[in-house]
């Protein structure tokens, strides 16, 4: 892992405490869903791609 996306996954477990001891579950929950992304970067993505929109963008 190069040293930015170490330094990215410190910020948000940062991002994650404090939101966590605020009582801002949203945010936290959303900041989890990152850093499990970024810790599965290497394997095959099985998700929907919501950005390529639905085909009825006209």
Do not use: V
């Not at 001891?21 to 949203?26: L, N, S």
């Amino acid at each position: 892992m190069s040293d930015e996306m170490i330094e990215l996954r410190r910020r948000l477990n940062n991002d994650a405490i404090r939101c966590q001891e605020e009582g801002d579950t949203e945010i936290k929950d959303g900041i989890m869903i990152a850093l499990f992304e970024i810790e599965h970067l290497n394997q095959p993505y099985f998700g929907t791609d919501y950005w390529l929109g639905d085909g009825n963008d006209d």
